[in-house]
């Protein structure tokens, strides 16, 4: 009987269309997320996605402003402005970074703090309030429509197609730019192309577990990956996997509870990289046994590729 009610409770699950929606957008940022975050952790950035996160609420609130004017319904363009105003400081920050003009730290404070302040002045010019803003501050996954999902999953092909097909070249650039210029690549266009595939990844993740906790969802999965890997290709991998698994296993536990499923989905996240980290020693110990059997063990494809020496 116990078996029966299961089985019945996830069919009523799966069959609900709003859950549908819902488990679609989430498979799809659980899958995104991790594989610009893999990068962002390379290049010692783990906080960006807060800071494009914050100007992105800048962008709801302006698609609120000029939704009003136009007539529209309130939140009509709130997420094309999010995906507007996240590019638009993905690509300033990485100009600010690249020519040195002030720290990264500063710049990424300027963001936070401008962000924040813009999209509570510019929500009430447009008639809203700041509690408007909070189903995209912690995620809002239940208001998922067609509209948002076909749109989630187009942003979320541009992040897949530019973070795994250009893997190896955006690998070389957030391991040493220097190298990267002297092999010939283009260094400015590819630090760009990770900054606006952040900032696209923030909005695709921002109806799930919003725009306060993306940047969790984009480095908590790399860096639980981190414990139990030893290359590039395996730890975005089994960061996108763990990202996907606890997305999905979030919302489907938000379902039986009335609980936030950003929040649940943050906490899965970091209970798994918990899980690595203590089976990390077991984990090395396993390496070390196989490393002695096999002094040369294969170099990482992308590390390979990107020291001039694959096929």
């Given at each position: ?71 529209l319904a ?157 290359s590039f ?5 089994v960061a ?72």
């Open positions: 009987m116990g078996a029966v009610n299961v089985w019945s409770e996830l069919t009523g699950m799966l069959g609900d269309p709003l859950m549908q929606r819902a488990l679609v957008a989430a498979l799809l940022v659980g899958l995104a997320a991790p594989v610009i975050g893999t990068y962002l952790v390379q290049r010692r950035l783990s906080l960006l996605g807060d800071g494009i996160g914050h100007v992105a609420l800048t962008g709801v609130a302006l698609g609120w402003l000029v939704g009003s004017f136009a007539g309130p939140d009509a363009l709130a997420i094309p402005g999010a995906v507007v105003a996240a590019v638009a400081g993905a690509v300033v920050i990485e100009l600010v970074r690249e020519r040195g003009r002030t720290s990264g730290d500063v710049a990424l404070a300027l963001l936070f703090y401008g962000g924040i302040a813009g999209g509570v002045l510019l929500i009430s010019q447009a008639g809203g309030t700041s509690a408007n803003l909070m189903g995209y501050l912690f995620g809002s996954i239940s208001t998922v429509t067609w509209a948002d999902l076909w749109l989630t999953v187009a942003l979320t092909a541009v992040v897949l197609v530019v973070g795994v097909g250009l893997r190896t070249a955006l690998f070389a650039v957030s391991q040493d730019e220097e190298f990267a210029r002297a092999a010939g690549l283009p260094v400015r266009a590819l630090n760009l192309a990770i900054a606006v595939v952040a900032a696209l990844t923030v909005t695709v993740a921002m109806r799930v577990v919003g725009l306060l906790l993306v940047s969790a969802l984009m480095i908590v999965p790399v860096a639980a990956a981190q414990q139990v890997t030893a290709r395996r730890t975005m991998t996108m996997t763990v990202g996907a698994v606890v997305c999905v296993g979030g919302l489907a536990i938000t379902y039986w509870n009335d609980v936030s499923p950003g929040a649940t989905i943050v906490v899965l996240a970091i209970a798994v990289y918990a899980a690595f980290a203590l089976a990390r020693p077991a984990m090395r110990r396993l390496r070390g046994a196989v490393e002695r059997e096999d002094p040369h063990p294969a170099v990482d494809d992308d590390v390979q590729l990107a020291l001039g020496g694959g096929r």
